[in-house]
């Protein structure tokens, strides 16, 4: 048969939603900072009067603006394809985790896409108070968002405060339990953390970039100084909540943890595998360059502390892909190393007063710029893989979780969503480069001088002749 | 007991979302629809930046209705999305084609690379909608369920009624869209919007008439529903109340027209001319009477024929703990969401700057 040579319908139920999840996620790890960071440029201005923050925000303002539209639109198909191709899924956990996202859509998402308006278009329309409440709200309303989904997520990795009902069905018992489930506090704080970090990196890649061109860019100097601190603050702090973060995992996730560190036996002293190559098949790491007992001593802060291997569960409870969760975690660790080092550096120079003219440094700081979204990426690939077979953990199959569509169905739309996403959003990638290679300019036009705004009649006048929506080129005559 | 009254509340307020969504969504995707309609770059630009600052909102009730149904009937919801997949993922694409190209098209470089981005939104605009009114047929015609699953194949959403209902929501859709630049446009783009509406009414008010004709034949519980006493006596003034809107509807596109043809110069900013919002108005009284229509005959089905609201409900915590939330914060969305129009009310007018 033809379609013997194809994946199962499951299969590509599974890449469908790990590529439309993946990139989806790539928007939000953006714009959850950068919706902070824009609130704090904005309160900036207001405090200290200094137009250089008000450049910079109208300059980040039209970043964010096709940022969130990339988020939005990505996100919806999130939260229908719960139901279209996890239908067995939503009907055993729709009763504890629809309301998880419900309060999601109520708190959150019309708080972010109310005031996104606002934001965008009304600065001049309404007061400056109310304009930085407006981005504050949105600012909140990106964090309220990231704590109903992470919750539902942590939920499914550590669930608690439910029954199962005769039909299967998961049962809510106690509501608080169900939100605070055990992994969702660190997890909150580490994914949180990781998209300002994300934004740092991005941020201070566009400065450095700037800075390369022109060092005397006095914008391109605040934006890169303040990515700069940040990276130096939050970086180590991250590493300290991953740590946390694995030390949970490993309590009520013991398989995880040992395909991450890519141990199969049970051991005392275990050590610490750097690189190597996990073997499914003969269950051992291959090749592994390995640090005597320091696995031990940074999972239970114990140089003869015992680690339980893959071999101790049964192969259907144990991690349906290792090597993708050995190597995810690696790399994630990889990137938060280098910005850790990053961070170092920056303070170094900056104590020396060459931060803005080392030219590899600022080198160094454009390679950077995606390693946040790498970063958060791969933590995800790692404990979302991590957590198979299951979606509940423990509970749950993946295959018993399934939407009953055929084959040829879920190839067709996966086939549309890679080419939609490349197309679409290749193009709006493109254009945060276009973007991004501008220049800051002093008196930036920002989101604001658009032509919806000329409806108040207020747009100071001068402002309206050069400008064209969001850009600063002058528009090509027709 | 409290349980089914929380379930009748829930399936109230999740119609509502959805009506408010269409609503919404309805005009903002009708612009859409119209733009082969609209040759001249100008006019497409304004009646883009008549929506612009909230059609993000306006596409947020979709994700309630995908949300709320998750949570308050998560059966409805695991049995009628994968019956639905193929126009639900198309329509799922078509909104991200026309969000991004919605961002995208002002900041196009080239005019043909504006030309493809207003493509985008156009064509998005259209697929999405055909695909929202295949999706509603196809729920209507029913769906076949067997053990809590959809039992059905992934065409069987095809058929001459659903097909119908989306070329009905299109032209309807249309209509919105048509409506609202009567009320937010002025000068050229008001007539072109007015002479659309005129036509695309006649088409709305043509496919309501052909869609209630053939929906008392499609289930013999709709039947029951229109055709025998007492029910009818519940039924009857919907079709009443069509006829009398639509009249009304007409006759507010001539008072507009009328209006503005009198009108010496343009309209002072945030001027809001309410007259010019009559013929909004009674399109989604049309709209409105349409979907009363369609609940009268699906009640208290949620998947017909097979699975009643009830029957579809999440346990009563689950349901509860929600709907106190719901309770807070839907008048606050709505208030906000409210003074976000009132703050972007009164006519757009072309942008200057541009040539």
Excluded at chain 1, 91 to 101: A, Q
Excluded at chain 1, 166 to 193: C, K, V
Excluded at chain 2, 66 to 89: D, K, R
Aim: aromatic residues 14%.
């Amino acid at each position: 048969m033809l379609w013997d040579a194809f994946p199962s319908a499951l299969d590509m139920a599974r890449f469908q939603f790990a590529f439309t999840v993946t990139f989806h996620f790539l928007f939000p790890a953006f714009t959850i900072g950068l919706a902070s960071y824009l609130a704090v440029l904005e309160g900036l201005w207001l405090w200290t009067k200094r137009e250089v923050y008000l450049d910079l925000f109208r300059y980040w303002v039209k970043v964010f603006a096709v940022n969130f539209a990339m988020g939005v639109v990505s996100g919806i198909v999130m939260s229908y394809q719960f139901g279209t191709n996890w239908s067995a899924f939503s009907d055993r956990t729709g009763p504890v985790l629809g309301p998880l996202l419900g309060y999601e859509v109520l708190t959150a998402f019309f708080l972010e896409a109310g005031f996104l308006g606002v934001m965008l278009f009304g600065l001049g329309r309404v007061g400056k108070g109310l304009h930085f409440l407006a981005t504050c709200l949105v600012a909140i309303g990106t964090l309220i968002s990231g704590f109903w989904i992470l919750s539902a997520n942590s939920w499914m990795q550590t669930p608690s405060g439910y029954s199962i009902g005769p039909d299967g069905r998961f049962l809510p018992e106690d509501w608080w339990a169900i939100i605070f489930n055990p992994s969702f506090p660190l997890r909150y704080l580490h994914t949180i953390t990781g998209t300002f970090l994300t934004t740092a990196l991005i941020v201070g890649a566009v400065g450095a970039w700037h800075l390369l061109r022109n060092g005397a860019n006095e914008r391109a100097r605040v934006m890169f100084s303040m990515a700069m601190w940040m990276t130096a603050a939050v970086a180590p702090a991250q590493l300290v909540f991953g740590d946390l973060q694995g030390l949970w995992a490993l309590h009520y996730q013991p398989q995880k943890v040992a395909a991450m560190e890519g141990h199969w036996e049970t051991q005392r002293g275990a050590p610490l595998i750097l690189f190597g190559m996990p073997d499914m098949e003969r269950e051992e790491t291959r090749m592994s360059l390995e640090i005597p007992r320091l696995g031990s001593l940074i999972l239970r802060h114990d140089w003869d502390g015992e680690i339980q291997g893959l071999k101790e569960f049964p192969p259907d409870q144990r991690p349906t892909n290792v090597p993708l969760v050995f190597w995810s975690f690696r790399i994630m660790v990889a990137a938060g190393l280098l910005m850790i080092a990053l961070g170092f550096v920056s303070l170094w120079l900056r104590w020396r007063g060459t931060l803005y003219r080392t030219d590899w440094f600022l080198r160094w700081a454009v390679g950077m710029g995606p390693s946040g979204l790498i970063a958060v990426t791969f933590g995800w690939i790692t404990t979302e893989a991590g957590r198979q077979p299951f979606t509940v953990y423990g509970l749950m199959r993946t295959a018993d979780s399934v939407s009953p569509i055929a084959a040829p169905a879920v190839a067709t739309s996966l086939a549309l969503f890679i080419v939609v996403y490349f197309i679409v959003f290749g193009a709006g990638i493109w254009y945060l480069f276009r973007l991004f290679r501008h220049p800051p300019e002093a008196h930036e036009t920002g989101a604001e001088a658009e032509p919806p705004i000329r409806t108040a009649g207020i747009t100071p006048a001068p402002s309206v002749g050069r400008d064209r929506r969001h850009g600063a080129h002058p528009e090509p005559a027709e | 007991m409290i349980n089914e009254t929380v379930a009748v509340i829930w399936a109230l307020l999740i119609a509502t979302g959805i009506f408010l969504y269409v609503c919404m969504d309805g005009f903002d995707l009708g612009v859409g629809i119209l733009f082969p309609w609209l040759r001249d770059r100008e006019d497409r630009d304004t009646a883009v930046n008549t929506v612009a600052p909230v059609w993000d909102g306006n596409e947020t009730w979709l994700v309630l209705g995908g949300g709320g149904l998750f949570a308050v009937f998560p059966l409805a919801y695991a049995v009628i999305l994968p019956a639905l997949y193929m126009p639900l993922i198309v329509m799922l694409l078509a909104l991200i084609f026309r969000g991004v190209a919605f961002e995208m098209r002002f900041r196009a470089e080239t005019p043909k690379q504006r030309l493809w981005w207003d493509r985008a939104f156009s064509g998005g605009s259209m697929v999405a909608t055909f695909c929202q009114g295949i999706a509603l047929g196809a729920l209507v015609q029913g769906i076949e369920v067997e053990e809590r699953a959809y039992a059905g194949g992934w065409w069987d959403w095809v058929s001459g009624f659903s097909v119908l209902t989306g070329l009905a929501l299109m032209a309807g859709y249309g209509l919105l869209g048509a409506c609202w630049l009567i009320w937010k446009t002025e000068g050229a783009l008001q007539d072109r919007g007015r002479e659309l509406a005129r036509w695309l009414g006649s088409l709305t008010l043509g496919f309501i008439l052909v869609v209630s004709l053939v929906m008392p034949f499609l289930q013999p519980e709709f039947r029951a529903r229109w055709f025998d006493f007492p029910a009818i006596l519940l039924a009857l003034p919907v079709p009443v109340l069509v006829v009398l809107l639509a009249w009304r509807f007409y006759r507010a596109l001539d008072e507009s027209e009328e209006a503005a043809r009198k009108r010496p110069g343009p309209v002072p900013p945030r001027q809001v001319l309410w007259h010019d919002g009559v013929p909004f108005f009674c399109a989604l009284g049309l709209f409105l009477l349409s979907y009363i229509g369609l609940g009268i005959s699906m009640w208290p089905m949620i998947v017909p024929p097979e699975i009643t609201i009830w029957e579809a409900a999440a346990p009563e915590s689950t349901q509860v703990f929600i709907l106190v939330g719901a309770a807070v914060l839907i008048p606050i969305i709505l208030a906000y969401t409210g003074y976000v129009y009132w703050l972007f009310r009164g006519k757009v007018q072309a942008g200057q700057g541009y040539h």
